[in-house]
């Protein structure tokens, strides 16, 4: 899978429990980048309703537009409105491997990135 070697999914996903709110991980979750970028994850230990309130806030103020999924259409709109001409962008975050997880893993990481706010942050989206 897209887990690095030699790493079980429960040290991949450490980070997300509960009771390590406030540790960086192998990787930064949806909402933990819009609200931390790289920077301390989750300082004042924020309950996943103010997590998603204040990352919804940010789009808002920050952000004129947010795409969710087919982002080749929205750039062909874009490109066709503004006269841009296309580039093609280097694929850098993909995975061409088989990912093979069991049931208890997915929901695993189900339950820790809906007690995380990455579940409700997207449905706000």
Known sequence: ????PNLTLDQ???????????????????IDYVLYNMG??????????????????ILTRHFDVVSLGDHELFTDIINKITG???????ASNIFDGDL???YAELQKIKDLT??????A?????
């Open 121 to 125: 942050f997207i449905d706000a989206v």
């Open 12 to 30: 991949f996903m450490t980070h997300m429990e509960p009771e390590n709110y406030n540790q960086r991980g192998l990787f930064v979750s949806q």
């Open 84 to 90: 841009w001409t296309p580039f093609k962008k280097k």
């Open 40 to 57: 301390p994850r989750n300082e004042e230990n924020a309950t996943k309703e103010e997590k998603v309130r204040r990352a919804i806030e």
């Open 100 to 102: 093979n997880y069991s």
């Open 1 to 4: 899978g897209m887990i690095k």
């Open 114 to 119: 809906e007690a995380n706010g990455d579940v």
